[in-house]
């Protein structure tokens, strides 16, 4: 914990709904649900209006139907949450060269390294109202909301206080206050399991856990989990502020606007990825063991597999093939299998447990060298009109009415709202499903895929 409020958490609020609002102008002020919209899909943002009726992240997308029948249910576009996200996490290197991306809308900054005059509670307080401003002008009206304080823990639990479009400093010296009345569960690392268990002990609040004392939780929880909760629990947070070129693993991901079901694509896609990954590691002078594939299902879902190796690599094949292995893994669960084939909207691969020396050749095996790993022909990505799949909020484009929406589809029918982020609110068209004057509408300049690191929520 530093002695002065240097550390600052930035979020956008309900990021993936409130870039839908911007560019939808009719759905302004409306509810609006983002996730996966099928039978099995999970909510991963609803808008404000939307959670004014007991819609949240994680729910399952039938109960937000009951919850909110009204809300616009859109699938996600993830071409337009990257371009957003590219323009925040630029302007907040253009502040400080250390700038820690959590996920796409989420970051800590560095301001000991944003050549301020001093970090006064005042200063920082002007500094982070006009980064606001200047986020809300550079995306063309998103929110952010700010918490600024002597330590990660304390800055994150801010920018959460006063959400939406908020903004608290916490001054040096008040943390503890601040922390005694909240939940345990404000903690890092205090989910469920852990929460109950300290439930049953009578620990409910940071207070709780601050009189229970080391001993106490360190016979509740273990050494390395009660010992960190202890130091946390009083404030005690000197995690540092690490950029993305300091990250502890190298990581390639891709996220697709159109659910990925062929499995040979994905594999092949997944090679590529391990292909990037060791070009990095190796220029980085870096060699890592675990090899983590991460994978984000047409409903929304995400999960990830890891596998470690005996030493570290940095050979493109050898963290291909280990990819492979737990791609194929996944293929064949029982849970997994199915939502595989149902379709993938995110593939990554990385690599942690870094070393800074690579062990030499001994993944030099035989099969290593052979042909099979060089570049393969990968077939496009499927198109959504191949799919037959016009997914609510996706853009399209007409060949004479322009630019919109999906609205929705269904029974040999499509349904579409001709606006943009820069139009007023547009008049609603319907369409047969296979109208040749109607495709897919995707940014001019195809983008490099995210390269977030994968240990990122999602
Ligand atoms: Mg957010």
Redesign the pocket.
């Known amino acids: 914990m530093r002695s002065q409020a240097s550390v600052l958490h930035l979020?956008?609020?309900?990021?993936f709904a409130a870039v839908e609002q911007r560019d939808k102008p009719s759905l302004r002020g409306k509810p609006v649900v983002v996730g996966g919209v099928g039978g099995r899909g999970v909510v991963a943002t609803a808008s404000y209006e939307a959670r004014v009726h007991g819609v949240r992240s994680a729910m399952s997308t039938r109960e937000a139907r009951s919850r909110c029948p009204h809300a616009a249910f859109l699938s996600g576009r993830f071409h337009a949450y990257r371009e957003a996200s590219g323009v925040v996490m630029g302007l907040l290197r253009e502040v400080s060269p250390l700038v820690e991306p959590l996920s796409l809308?989420?970051a800590f900054v560095d301001l000991e390294q944003a050549g301020l005059p001093d970090l006064e509670v005042a200063t920082v307080t002007d500094f982070a109202q006009d980064l606001r401003r200047r986020v809300h002008e550079a995306t063309d009206g998103l929110t952010a909301s700010v918490g600024v304080a002597t330590s990660k823990l304390l800055a994150k639990i801010a920018s959460d206080l006063d959400k939406p479009d908020g903004l608290v400093v916490v001054a040096p010296g008040t943390e503890q206050e601040l922390l005694r009345p909240m939940r345990a569960t404000i903690i890092p690392g205090v989910g469920p399991a852990t929460a109950e268990r300290l439930r049953r002990a009578g620990i409910t609040t940071v207070a709780d856990l601050e009189e229970a004392g080391l001993d106490e939780l360190v016979r509740l929880l273990g050494r390395a989990h009660g010992g960190g909760l202890h130091l946390l629990s009083r404030a005690r947070d000197d995690r540092p502020v690490v950029a993305e070129r300091e990250a502890k693993s190298v990581s390639v991901e891709g996220t697709y606007d159109t659910d990925l079901s062929d499995l040979r694509l994905i594999e092949g896609l997944l090679a590529r990825q391990a292909g990037e990954v060791a070009t990095r590691l190796r220029a980085a002078g870096l060699s890592g063991r675990t090899v983590t594939i991460k994978v984000r299902f047409h409903d929304f879902t995400t999960l990830s597999r890891s596998t470690t190796l005996a030493s570290p690599t940095d050979h493109g094949p050898t963290v291909a093939r280990s990819a492979r292995a737990l791609l194929a893994e996944l293929v064949a669960g029982p849970d997994t299998g199915p939502q595989v084939r149902a379709g993938v909207r995110l593939l990554g691969v990385g690599v942690s447990g870094l070393a800074d020396w690579v062990q030499e050749d001994l993944f030099a095996d035989a099969e290593d060298d052979g042909a099979e790993e060089e570049d393969e022909e990968l077939p496009e990505p499927p198109r959504a009109r191949h799919l037959g799949a016009w997914a609510p909020g996706m853009d399209v484009v007409h060949a004479e009415l322009g630019r919109g929406w999906v609205w929705g589809a269904g029974r040999g029918v499509v349904t579409v709202r001709f606006e943009t982020r820069e139009t007023p609110a547009g008049p609603v068209r319907s369409f047969p499903d296979d109208d040749p004057a109607l495709r897919a509408w995707t940014p001019p300049v195809p983008e490099e895929p995210a390269q977030d690191p994968l240990s990122g929520p999602a």
């Open positions: 979020d956008l609020d309900a990021f809308d989420e």
